[in-house]
């Protein structure tokens, strides 16, 4: 597609329940970065894939949240057990390229609420 | 926490420059510096980025100081679509932790 597409763009959960966002990245790009953005706050990193080598998970707050991205393409950010503190907006972003330096190309986001 | 200072906000005639204003003090020699922006409810747009040279492209102008402890970002001619939230980032080109702080808000007025 023309840009990076994210599913669903709105997300109301149970508290404890499991949720699955999606990120489709542009076409070609290898490098995939998921961000969480609470409200009126900056960006906060979590996770990081490029190519076929291992991701870089240091930003995930806690185990609950995982991440997979298959054929190096589409992603998937699992979050188990879910907290109110994880209502946010859910971004993912893609680059041509290693570290972005091209600039990242965001989504429009998931915005994850936990009632 | 974000390497830059930025003002929390500013206001634009239309039509006119906008010229928003970041300090780096701390900018490490292979640090660029990036802008991006974001339009409420959207996800942040690229705008441009350099090293130590003055930029521009098709959407705005970058111009850093010799010392490379400040820049700022040109838009020639602000338009109302350009109503947004302006983030100055620091970065190693290679580094997956882009840090956003809390940008400056621009608000382009008719």
């Known amino acids: 597609g023309a840009g990076v597409s994210q599913s669903p763009s709105n997300k109301v959960t149970e508290k404890g329940k499991d949720v699955e966002l999606r990120c489709d990245p542009i076409s070609g790009h290898t490098a995939l970065y998921w961000y969480r953005q609470s409200l009126g706050q900056g960006l906060e990193f979590l996770i990081y894939?490029?190519?076929?080598?291992?991701?870089?998970k240091s930003g995930l707050p806690s185990d609950r949240f995982s991440a997979e991205r298959t054929g190096g393409s589409v992603s998937t950010l699992t979050i188990q057990r879910t907290q109110q503190e994880d209502s946010a907006v859910y971004l993912c972003a893609s680059s041509f390229g290693s570290g972005g330096l091209y600039g990242y190309t965001f989504g429009s986001g998931t915005r994850l609420t936990v009632v | 926490d974000a390497k830059t200072t930025q003002p929390p906000s500013m206001d634009c005639a239309e039509g006119r420059a906008a010229n928003l204003p970041c300090n780096h003090s701390t900018i490490s020699g292979n640090e660029y510096v990036y802008w991006y922006r974001q339009i409420h409810s959207q996800g942040p747009q690229y705008i441009i980025h350099g090293l130590k040279n003055n930029e521009t492209n098709e959407m705005a102008s970058l111009i850093i100081t010799e010392d490379r402890k400040s820049s700022t970002l040109i838009l020639p001619h602000a338009t109302l679509r350009d109503t947004a939230v302006y983030y100055c980032?620091?970065?190693?080109?290679?580094?997956?932790?882009?840090?956003f702080g809390a940008g400056t808000r621009l608000t382009v007025k008719p």
């Open positions: 894939f490029q190519g076929n080598s291992a991701p870089d």
């Open positions: 980032i620091v970065r190693v080109y290679d580094n997956n932790d882009m840090r």
